[in-house]
């Protein structure tokens, strides 16, 4: 089935260290996007990417870094810039950039250890 | 940046009552979706609206893009226990937010048996 898998489900970090968040769509679309989300709020865009090779700055973007080598995958590093990196975090897809809905993967949750 | 009023924050209903939400913005949206989120995954996209005026059912939902473009709201017939959860309003404004999305709040929704 076509969908959007992120791994692990569940991550732990240290002090000082930085984590990778796992993206991978099989859905042929174009545009990927990371999402964080904390308790009582909405969305918050971190970083989106319309094609191969390129990407964006969202509205939350310091203290982390994407890439977009190959179109189903777009990871998340979450370095130790991010003070507070305790969160949710989820990962979209979309046909292309122009006004299309997005599809969710199931998350991604960190956790300071 | 954007942002969408979504309102309530949260409903404590009776099954088989009906729901109604809604989100307002004072800018103009091109796009309207509406999200449903389960605990510890991801949202799943319940309807889209494409045109003012617009009115799509999904099943018991309802959606309606405002006829100005800067509202939409959601309601849900008869509610059942499964109904749980928490719905979110997204758009796309366009403009120099073109291809990011807006979400709302989210209105926490709990359906006493």
């Known amino acids: 089935d076509g969908g959007i898998t992120q791994s692990p489900k569940y991550l732990f970090r240290k002090e000082g260290q930085n984590v990778t968040l796992s993206c991978e769509q099989n859905?042929?679309?174009?545009?990927m996007y990371w999402y964080r989300q904390d308790p009582g709020q909405g969305l918050r865009l971190i970083y989106y990417s319309q094609i191969v090779n390129d990407f964006q700055k969202g509205d939350i973007a310091e203290g982390y870094s994407v890439s977009r080598e190959k179109k189903e995958s777009f990871p998340l590093t979450v370095t130790s810039a991010q003070k507070n990196p305790t969160a949710f975090y989820l990962c979209?897809?979309?046909?292309?950039?122009?006004?299309?809905?997005?599809?969710f993967g199931d998350g991604t949750r960190l956790s300071i250890l | 940046g954007q942002q969408l009023n979504q309102s309530p924050q949260s409903m404590f209903i009776q099954e088989g009552e009906d729901v109604s939400m809604n989100c307002t913005s004072s800018s103009i949206f091109n796009t309207w979706l509406w999200y449903k989120q389960d605990p510890g995954e991801g949202p799943v996209l319940l309807i889209a609206?494409?045109?003012?005026?617009e009115l799509t059912s999904n099943g018991r939902l309802t959606a309606q893009f405002g006829i100005t473009r800067k509202d939409s709201f959601l309601n849900i017939s008869a509610s059942i226990p499964s109904d749980v959860g928490i719905y979110f309003c997204a758009g796309y404004a366009g403009g120099t937010s073109y291809g990011k999305l807006t979400f709302g709040q989210g209105t926490i929704l709990t359906v006493h048996p």
């Open positions: 979209a897809s979309s046909i292309n950039q122009a006004y299309q809905p997005q599809h």
């Open positions: 859905l042929n679309h174009d545009a």
């Open positions: 609206l494409y045109k003012a005026g």
